[in-house]
């Protein structure tokens, strides 16, 4: 055999080893394609499912919930015009009001600053149906964070709707006490940090609730 063909089939020889060994790695490559693309459905597939469970979107807001700007956190002594109706943050009065529920309209000031704690506010205008007010009021009486019940509840002229849910930079409003996102509100906002100020206390300042 000449010089030239022997150096031929060595050629091939090396050639065809190189492609078995190839082989397997080609099929690692495939395998764990087929996995990447699994594991990118799942997480499209999960992202989904989390957002359905929380109302539609990935934050945990209920749908609805109108969230503002950064607001100020000055403390005053007077009277604030607030730029929402009922007020959901901004300047207010250093001492915060008690959580609990009321049945006459609380001070403004007071209660922002609760809300700069952590508090939700509830709100309905006044001569809402005597069964939509017991419900709002179970609400606040069995939603607790620990030892403390960061709820107020409390009548409020001139509402935009029948009832208006507040915490610091958020507010949702609603047409009956029984609507879920309420309940998924409280537990989104009652107790957080939303205001600066998370584990400040909702006792131990101005007002008397009945409850």
């Not at 690692?28 to 597939?45: K, Q, T, Y």
Request: proline residues 7%; aromatic residues 6%; glycine residues 14%.
């Amino acid at each position: 055999m000449s010089k030239q063909a022997h150096r031929s089939q060595r050629l091939a020889a090396r050639a065809t080893e190189t492609s078995q060994t190839s082989r397997p790695g080609r099929r690692m490559l495939a395998v764990l394609g087929g996995v990447g693309v699994l594991l990118g459905a799942g997480l499209v597939v999960a992202a989904i499912t989390f957002a359905a469970v929380n109302g539609g979107n990935s934050t945990g807001l209920p749908s609805g919930t109108q969230v503002f700007p950064e607001n100020d956190h000055t403390h005053v002594t007077g009277t604030v015009n607030y730029d929402h109706n009922p007020p959901a943050g901004g300047p207010h009065n250093p001492v915060q009001l008690n959580c609990g529920v009321y049945t006459e309209q609380v001070p403004n000031e007071n209660a922002v600053h609760s809300l700069e704690h952590g508090a939700v506010w509830i709100t309905y205008k006044p001569g809402l149906a005597a069964d939509q007010v017991a419900q709002l009021q179970q609400l606040a009486v069995s939603n607790y964070v620990g030892t403390e019940r960061y709820i107020i509840l409390s009548p409020y002229l001139n509402l935009p709707s029948p009832i208006v849910a507040s915490a610091w930079g958020a507010q949702l409003r609603l047409q009956t006490a029984s609507d879920s996102r309420l309940v998924q509100f409280i537990h989104h906002f009652a107790g957080g940090g939303q205001g600066g100020e998370p584990g400040g206390p909702c006792t131990g300042g101005v007002g008397t609730p009945v409850e």
